[in-house]
């Protein structure tokens, strides 16, 4: 089946470097996606991997595909204020068209 | 800004009404996608439209109905509406039918 899991909430100091976990359950994923959304905003696409790497490098993101254990997560290097936010992992699945499945979404909250 | 647009912002209406959801894709982006984003369901899909026609669908109503337009425009259309159907409702557009997907900014509708 479809399913894509998430833990609720990280809280981190500014400066530190953040992590945040995905886990999904169906291994015909194409992309895995992370996006970003802000109070009161849309969703803001922040990175993707494609299924058959294993790690992607992205200025201060660093995503890693664990895909023997259908892992999915986000680093975030020095971690800043205005990254709090509400991180969502998505993936899309072959031959389904183009629907994403996403997690709960991960609430990041970076502490001064 | 992702250059996907949605208007209105914002909507109120009553149970039992309907209302229409605009979104306008990026410029040369074929499928537009939607989803709502409800606080007991999370992100879900509802539909997507690549180049005019129906492509994927998802948790949508038989009360909700939607279509893309030659300019490549798309309206969600939501009828005979409950309580339930308060939600952020996003549109979301790619170039092509499987592809990285740029999200609006969303309508927040309130049905009272």
């Known amino acids: 089946g479809e399913d894509v899991e998430q833990s609720l909430f990280l809280s981190v100091r500014e400066g530190d470097s953040s992590v945040i976990n995905c886990t999904y359950t169906?291994?015909?994923?194409?992309?895995l996606y992370w996006y970003k959304q802000e109070p009161g905003a849309g969703l803001q696409l922040l990175t993707y991997?494609?299924?058959?790497?294993d790690m992607k490098q992205d200025q201060r993101l660093t995503v890693l595909l664990n895909k023997k254990d259908k892992h999915l997560s986000l680093r975030i290097a020095d971690t800043q204020t205005g990254d709090s936010a509400i991180y969502f992992c998505a993936e899309s699945i072959r031959n389904q068209g183009g629907k994403l499945i996403f997690g709960q979404g991960t609430e990041l909250s970076v502490k001064p | 800004d992702s250059g996907v647009t949605q208007t209105p912002k914002h909507l109120i209406t009553a149970t039992g009404q309907r209302v229409t959801l605009r979104c306008s894709p990026r410029?040369?982006?074929?499928?537009v996608y939607w989803y709502q984003q409800s606080l007991d369901q999370g992100l879900q899909f509802l539909i997507q439209y690549y180049n005019g026609e129906e492509r994927a669908k998802g948790n949508i109503l038989e009360r909700f109905s939607a279509q893309q337009f030659p300019d490549l425009h798309s309206e969600l259309n939501l009828s005979s509406l409950e309580l339930g159907d308060s939600a952020l409702y996003f549109c979301?557009?790619?170039?092509?039918?499987?592809?990285?997907?740029?999200f609006g900014p969303g309508t927040r509708l309130l049905v009272l």
């Open positions: 169906d291994s015909s994923s194409t992309y």
């Open positions: 410029s040369g982006d074929l499928s």
């Open positions: 991997i494609f299924s058959n790497m």
């Open positions: 979301a557009s790619s170039p092509s039918r499987q592809e990285t997907q740029y």
